[in-house]
């Protein structure tokens, strides 16, 4: 059973192709490993194990006929508990959520309906938070060191790759909230262009900013999962209708020749000396390999971050106007009369940082502040764009850092909401982007805990991210 846990999702796919693996077998062992490990690490908020032993049955009898199934057949699964799953409960990690069930799946959970569903992962309640620790459930633990956070939002969706309880999941990432927990848990997250894949189906925090992506333990898995869960959906407005091909097409390919920008904004005061180290490292690796490291400046970026804190709070404040105690979600019992019935379902209803960020975005919504404050954030977002559309017209991508420190431990930032925000400065501006970008691991600091890296493309430019990483992954695995 513990053989099944080392293989890879590429690796497990051919096993269960070839008859020598079967999907219960599969699901049995990962199943095993949560029963093992989840009461120290409590990535899941729900753990569907018997409805799981089900579908796998029921994809071996459906392969043993013959049947033509879908590209991650019986794979074993996980979903951010913002992924609406149809009569399982979705929570969003909030009291507002906490019995809803519903009547339908999202997009991303259609493409993988013959994967197997091991459960609902944890999250920072409505996305909102960086580690996990805003979850009205409970938080989660990195498997690295559970003294430490697994980062966010989707913590419990890198803690359970990152522990073996699940041979991949999908998480959503709205300013890092992929990338940051891959990098703080030592696995690859991706967060794709913006319109790959659909939002259908994914409970919104901002919706410019959304996008749902895969996390797993490897850059070929990652590519396998993205080529499953990409495409176009008329449900989704902002779904692009283009081909979508095969991501890992490009694996095994040179990266000679290609140009690698490193933004010196990207390198600056409050980045730790171990993971500056290990990103230029990573890049003396690439060029070792024959690609040009071209060193950049991108002065927008230091607008990024409140540019981002506004726009994506504005957002918010309106996608959760619907939580209102009246058509569904958290009722308070306690009210006389409409108005405080709103005010106390939502006072209620919500956790702390959820409501800080709905009174920043009303308020820079404001008649008299919405100017002043949207409308120049928005402004800002256009300088971003243009900034990154300068660099990538030159260089085929960039290499960044993912987070300016490692994981921190649990409790360290809680009562400094501002001290939070801001390990979000590298990520941020790839989400005001809408461009894609690739967290991956690239080393450990002192203490033994993950640094990830995080190579940054032009639009729709996945394929070449994933080139590139994994010429440095398979690099790096024959120096260790």
């Not at 095994?252 to 171990?274: N, Y």
């Not at 006072?347 to 409501?355: L, N, P």
Request: proline share 4%; glycine share 10%; with cysteine.
């Amino acid at each position: 059973m513990s053989d099944v846990l080392k293989l890879s999702v590429y690796e497990m796919r051919q096993e269960m192709e070839q008859g020598r693996l079967s999907a219960l077998e599969a699901t049995e062992a990962y199943l095993a490993e949560i029963r093992k490990r989840e009461p120290e690490v409590g990535a899941y908020l729900l753990i569907e194990d018997e409805r799981a032993k089900k579908q796998a049955q029921s994809i071996d009898a459906r392969r043993a006929k013959g049947e033509r199934l879908g590209a991650l057949a019986g794979i074993p699964m996980a979903l951010k508990d913002n992924l609406c799953t149809k009569g399982i409960r979705t929570t969003c990690a909030s009291r507002m959520l906490e019995h809803f069930i519903p009547p339908y799946d999202a997009f991303a959970v259609e493409k993988l309906r013959d994967s197997v569903l091991l459960g609902k992962l944890n999250m920072d309640e409505f996305a909102m938070g960086s580690s996990t620790e805003n979850s009205y459930f409970h938080p989660t633990r990195n498997p690295a060191n559970p003294e430490h956070v697994p980062g966010g939002s989707s913590g419990g969706s890198a803690a359970a790759v990152a522990a073996g309880e699940a041979a991949f999941s999908l998480g959503s990432d709205t300013g890092g909230s992929i990338r940051q927990p891959a990098a703080f848990c030592g696995v690859v997250g991706m967060k794709p262009t913006y319109g790959v894949v659909s939002r259908y189906g994914l409970i919104a925090f901002a919706s410019s900013l959304d996008q749902i992506g895969p996390l797993t333990r490897d850059v070929r898995d990652s590519a396998l999962v993205l080529s499953a869960i990409a495409g176009h959906d008329r449900r989704d407005a902002t779904s692009v209708a283009r081909e979508y091909g095969d991501y890992g097409a490009k694996l095994g390919q040179s990266i000679r020749g290609m140009k690698i920008a490193v933004p010196e904004e990207f390198f600056g005061e409050g980045l730790q000396g171990e993971i500056r180290q290990s990103i230029l490292a990573a890049a003396k690796t690439m060029e070792r390999q024959g690609a040009e490291i071209v060193q950049v400046s991108m002065p927008a970026l230091k607008n990024a971050l409140p540019s981002y804190y506004v726009i994506s709070s504005a957002e918010a404040s309106s996608n959760l106007a619907r939580f209102d105690g009246i058509k569904y979600g958290f009722r308070s019992e306690n009210f006389e009369g409409i108005e405080q019935l709103y005010e106390r379902s939502r006072s209620e209803g919500f956790g702390a940082e959820v409501k800080r960020r709905i009174m920043l975005g009303s308020f820079v919504l404001s008649a008299g502040y919405y100017d002043a404050y949207y409308k120049k954030a928005l402004e800002v977002r256009t300088l971003i764009k243009r900034e990154f559309e300068r660099v990538l017209e030159q260089c085929d991508m960039i290499l960044a850092p993912v987070a300016p420190t490692t994981a921190y431990r649990l409790g360290e930032k809680t009562g400094d909401p501002l001290q939070m925000y801001l390990g979000d400065i590298y990520t941020v501006p790839v989400n005001i982007a809408g461009l894609p970008a690739l967290s991956l691991p690239c080393g450990r600091d002192a203490a033994g805990l993950p640094i990830g890296m995080q190579l940054i493309g032009r639009a729709f430019g996945e394929a070449e991210l994933y080139q590139a990483a994994y010429a440095f992954e398979q690099e790096k695995g024959a120096a260790r």
